[in-house]
Every structure is written in structure tokens, then in C-alpha cells.
T-cell receptor, first 115, second 117 residues
């Protein structure tokens, strides 16, 4: 069963606007969340992460929000650029003690940013 | 380039043959992970090592699969008697976990695409 869900397989946004990618999870033991970006024929590239003790983390154009009560997180990209077009994966870890073990991934959302 | 490297990048084999993939992690990273990704899915965890110790294995890792990290540096993933269902992208990732713990981030290699005919 899918413990991390990305219900939107695709998202299309105009350049300069905000992209919002969503992710839901079912396992209440998850305490660390990450977003990866993936281009075709390449491995996933780490973007940003957030610990369950926070509700927001920001890095340049990328901000991740975590709503633990709703078991929901989102990635905001502002402003969106054509180079952001890629598949975005949400991932979560259930390890305690603040060390990571296995990651559980969603199925990804294909973001297309058009000029 | 000091990132995670994987070889080969592509492998085509016939059903029933054995294949072996290699992963070289980022230098000094003590954790190494293997994942598998099929079309339309996110990466699925297979196994991971801390130094040379294999700490966890997924149920996906059948007895035809074996992974090693003999000296705590590079790792190999072998699939024996390949089946068409083994066709996938095999991803390797590495991370650094300090003695005091702390959150770590997994950095992925480019993957090895396996096609079983």
C-alpha cells in the first residue's frame, strides 16, 4: 500500500507564477520529509527537506510546508522557471533518533513550466 | 565529479541470466542504499548498508537478489536468474550519518536501467 501519495500526476504552470505540489502520507510515524527533482535518464536530485518538529522550511525559491494534523505537505516554487520542469517526488522516513533509513516515495508529479 | 556513480548505465540481458551492478558512493559517506524504480512509480527501497553491515532488507529483495559492500566503500547488487519483472531502473544513494546521529540526506546516482528480454 502506498504510504506516501502524490495525487496529481501532472501540473502545468506559467513561467513566473507559483507552482504548488502536494503530498499526503498515511504513516503517523514519519518524522522527516524530503522533496526530490528528477530529470529523464538521471537519478533524483535532492531539493529540500523538513523535520516533523517544523512546519515550514525555505531555501531560495523553494518552500516546504508541513501540516502534521492533516498528514499533508506541499512544495511551493516561486517564481517558477522553465528549468524547473521535471518530475517531483515526495519522500518520507519513519526512523526515529533523527537518522534516516529507508525512504518511502510517492509516485511523482510531472511539473511543466511554460513560457 | 564527486557524486554517486553507477555502472553500467544500461544493461540488456536475456531471461535467466545473472547480472551485477556496481555503485560507488560519495567519498566518506558511510550509508549506501539501493532502490528500484519502475515506470510510473517512485523509487522503492531494496536494502541499505552502514559501512559494510547490511542493516535492512525489503521484502522486495527476493532470494535471487544479493547485495554486498565488502569494504564499506563501493557496493554491488547481483540478480540471479533474471526475470522480465526485474526490468527497472536500479538506483543507488549514499549519505553520511555522524556518530551523534542527526538527519542525513540521501544523494542518488544516475541509476542502471535493466532490460530483461
Amino acid at each position: 500500500d502506498q504510504q506516501v501519495k502524490q495525487n496529481s500526476p501532472s501540473l502545468s504552470v506559467q513561467e513566473g507564477r507559483i507552482s504548488i505540489l502536494n503530498c499526503d502520507y498515511t504513516n503517523s510515524m514519519f518524522d522527516y520529509f524530503l522533496w526530490y527533482k528528477k530529470y529523464p535518464a538521471e537519478g533524483p536530485t535532492f531539493l529540500i527537506s523538513i523535520s516533523s518538529i517544523k512546519d515550514k522550511n525555505e531555501d531560495g525559491r523553494f518552500t516546504v510546508f508541513l501540516n502534521k494534523s492533516a498528514k499533508h505537505l506541499s512544495l511551493h516554487i516561486v517564481p517558477s522557471q522553465p528549468g524547473d520542469s521535471a518530475v517531483y517526488f515526495c519522500a518520507a522516513s519513519a526512523d526515529r533518533g533523527s537518522t534516516l533509513g529507508r525512504l518511502y516515495f510517492g509516485r511523482g508529479t510531472q511539473l511543466t513550466v511554460w513560457p | 565529479d564527486t557524486g554517486v556513480s553507477q555502472n553500467p548505465r544500461h544493461k540488456i540481458t536475456k531471461r535467466g541470466q545473472n547480472v551485477t551492478f556496481r555503485c560507488d558512493p560519495i567519498s566518506e559517506h558511510n550509508r549506501l542504499y539501493w532502490y528500484r524504480q519502475t515506470l510510473g512509480q517512485g523509487p522503492e527501497f531494496l536494502t541499505y548498508f552502514q559501512n559494510e553491515a547490511q542493516l535492512e532488507k525489503s521484502r522486495l529483495l527476493s532470494d535471487r537478489f544479493s547485495a554486498e559492500r565488502p569494504k564499506g566503500s563501493f557496493s554491488t547488487l547481483e540478480i540471479q536468474r533474471t526475470e522480465q519483472g526485474d526490468s527497472a531502473m536500479y538506483l543507488c544513494a549514499s549519505s553520511l550519518v555522524g556518530l551523534a546521529g542527526g538527519t542525513d540526506t540521501q544523494y542518488f546516482g544516475p541509476g542502471t536501467r535493466l532490460t530483461v528480454l
